[in-house]
């Protein structure tokens, strides 16, 4: 019997929370891991979760995603500050763990987060080929024309300073990183259906969307899954973890494992992964999108309002055509200035209000 089942069946108060998320992305409910890591922790403690798609952290009040509205009075943002209140409000993972085990689940969670985000930001910005697949499909469509180039170019400038700060520095470098965690967690977890035993804690929660990510993420070159399908206890932690909680996607978690076993097993004669055998990514929202939020709130819910969006979307584009139109219109003013002045060609001179008063005691 899992949590939410037993949630249900002690008649705990099972709160109303609107979760807002970056959107999907390859097939996954969506594509940021600490928005997909809220999203299952929320599935697991049996939560009533409608999902709002948002393309930038705007919606935000302090610019941080996932953002949960709980029962229509509390606001939270941040993935750590949402878990924390649920765990003291509703309830706790991880209760009957031992103080040994919330340790070593803490410490889990902590050396394990910094590879596993940043082994993937490397694969997607460091390579050239998936840095174009990343740039098309996540800041092209997020942003209108010229903020999607710039934030673009932003992201990968500050991630790529971020990594080499880090010291991942090249790719053997990174592939050595993510193998030594992901030996951690098959150790780890060994023969058993969840980390701690028979029933899901936070630590299978995190390990879930940050692996399921890895797993399916479509870019051109997706090394972490190659890596990924040696470990076949992960492998199945991956796919029983999304027939529980994810039964509408379980099948193209179980075609992502299969295709990343195939691209591995064939890498050796063919040089590289099949990509044909990879499942196509997510177009849109699924197809029970909803324009309008519905009140009762259902359970599975994915709240969109489309005129809201394409009323952003045209104010967005207007604005930033104004502000690429009034930007022009002073450079071609304050150029030709700024080039003669500094030619030589000072024959400006201040207005006589403007000068300063001769004093009386200078030299006539």
């Not at 709160?15 to 940021?32: A, E, H």
């Not at 410490?107 to 993937?120: D, G, K, R, Y």
């Not at 394409?310 to 104010?315: A, L, T």
């Amino acid at each position: 019997m899992d949590t939410s089942t037993e949630i249900q069946q002690l008649n705990i108060h099972r709160p109303r929370v609107i979760l807002y998320v970056y959107p999907p992305c390859w097939n996954l409910p969506t594509r940021d891991f600490a928005c997909l890591h809220v999203l299952t922790f929320l599935k697991v403690v049996g939560a009533h979760v409608a999902v709002c798609y948002v393309k930038s952290t705007a919606a935000s009040p302090d610019g941080v995603l996932p953002m949960a509205r709980i029962d229509d009075n509390l606001l939270i943002s941040g993935a750590t500050n949402i878990i924390n209140h649920f765990t003291h409000k509703v309830t706790d993972l991880d209760y009957e763990l031992s103080r040994e085990q919330k340790c070593e689940s803490s410490t889990c969670f902590t050396v394990s987060q910094s590879i596993l985000e940043n082994v993937a930001k490397f694969i997607w910005y460091v390579d050239e080929d998936n840095y174009e697949h990343i740039r098309v499909t996540h800041n092209d469509i997020d942003y209108p024309f010229p903020i999607n180039t710039i934030t673009a170019y932003w992201d990968h400038y500050n991630i790529t300073n971020q990594l080499s700060y880090l010291g991942f520095v090249n790719k053997d470098v990174v592939q050595e990183r993510a193998r030594t965690c992901y030996q951690m967690l098959s150790d780890k977890l060994g023969a058993q259906p969840f980390f701690f035993g028979g029933s899901p804690t936070t630590l299978d929660t995190f390990v879930y969307a940050y692996l399921r990510i890895h797993m399916s993420s479509l870019v051109p070159h997706n090394e972490l899954s190659t890596i990924l399908a040696s470990f076949p206890n992960l492998i199945h932690f991956v796919e029983h973890f999304s027939r529980l909680y994810y039964p509408s996607s379980s099948s193209s978690a179980s075609s992502a494992s299969a295709s990343a076993s195939s691209s591995s097993s064939s890498s050796s004669t063919t040089g590289g992964e099949d990509q044909h055998s990879l499942p196509p990514p997510l177009g849109g929202p699924p197809a029970h999108v909803s324009s309008t939020v519905l009140s009762p709130l259902n359970e599975g819910e994915v709240i969109v309002d489309v005129d809201k969006m394409e009323r952003s979307k045209d104010f967005n584009r207007a604005r930033n055509w104004f502000l690429l139109g009034a930007a022009a219109v002073i450079g071609i003013w304050v150029g030709p200035q700024m080039y003669r002045y500094y030619q030589g060609d000072r024959t400006y001179a201040p207005p006589s209000s403007a000068r300063r008063p001769s004093s009386p005691f200078s030299d006539p």
